[in-house]
């Protein structure tokens, strides 16, 4: 059974930085396409980066040039580098496998961005 525990959220003003972390347990690491995912409130979840086994990443376009995602897969873990944060980045974030399993999302972290 896999589990992913996130962590590393809280609440930055504008221009700021975070950094979060996914840690998982099973062989995931090893073998999937990991990424981070948001949602925000009345929106839905949306896919912001992802990280290949080998390490190529994709981002989506409102987060590119800001965030950076890398893993440690000998370690069981995803980061997500969050710098230059926008209000708009305000959301419970997650780490899931790319394509997403519902059995793997965990509890989140919120990210909260205001002034």
């Known amino acids: 059974q896999v589990q992913l525990v996130e962590s590393g959220g809280g609440l930055v003003q504008p221009g700021g930085s975070l950094r979060l972390s996914c840690v998982g347990s099973?062989?995931?690491?090893?073998?999937?396409?990991m990424g981070w995912y948001r949602q925000a409130p009345g929106n839905e979840r949306e896919m912001v980066a992802q990280?290949?086994?080998?390490?190529?990443?994709n981002y989506a376009e409102s987060v590119k040039g800001r965030f950076t995602i890398s893993r440690d897969n000998a370690e069981n873990t995803v980061s997500l580098q969050m710098n230059s944060l926008k209000p708009e980045d305000t959301a419970v974030y997650y780490c899931?496998?790319?394509?997403?399993?519902?059995?793997?999302w965990g509890q989140g972290t919120q990210v909260t961005i205001s002034s």
């Open positions: 899931n496998a790319i394509p997403a399993r519902n059995d793997y």
């Open positions: 099973g062989s995931i690491f090893k073998i999937r396409t």
């Open positions: 990280v290949t086994v080998s390490g190529y990443t």
